[in-house]
């Protein structure tokens, strides 16, 4: 995947559209990341660089719960391609 803002903007489609609140803020953050799932709102470390926030929201996006339902077409596909190959990194 390329580190380019295009590709940043694509992952927080996901989460957007998803229905989470994603929020860039400083903090104490131990991964780079805060869910909290009551309130779906994702919360981000400000401070990291686009590489940083990309490879942040790879990891995060298979842990939240997405209805791939509200995706759009681009989301959905891009949705699958990050949860499968989590999965393949897993095994």
Known sequence: MKYTQTTLDKLESIVEEAGYVLRYERGTFQSGYC??????????????????????????????????????EESKKLHTDIVAKFHAEEK
């Open 35 to 72: 869910i909290l799932e009551e309130m779906k709102v994702v919360v981000l470390n400000k401070f990291l660089q686009l590489e940083g926030r990309i490879n942040t929201m790879l990891d995060l996006i298979p842990q939240l719960e997405i209805n791939t339902e509200l995706l759009s």
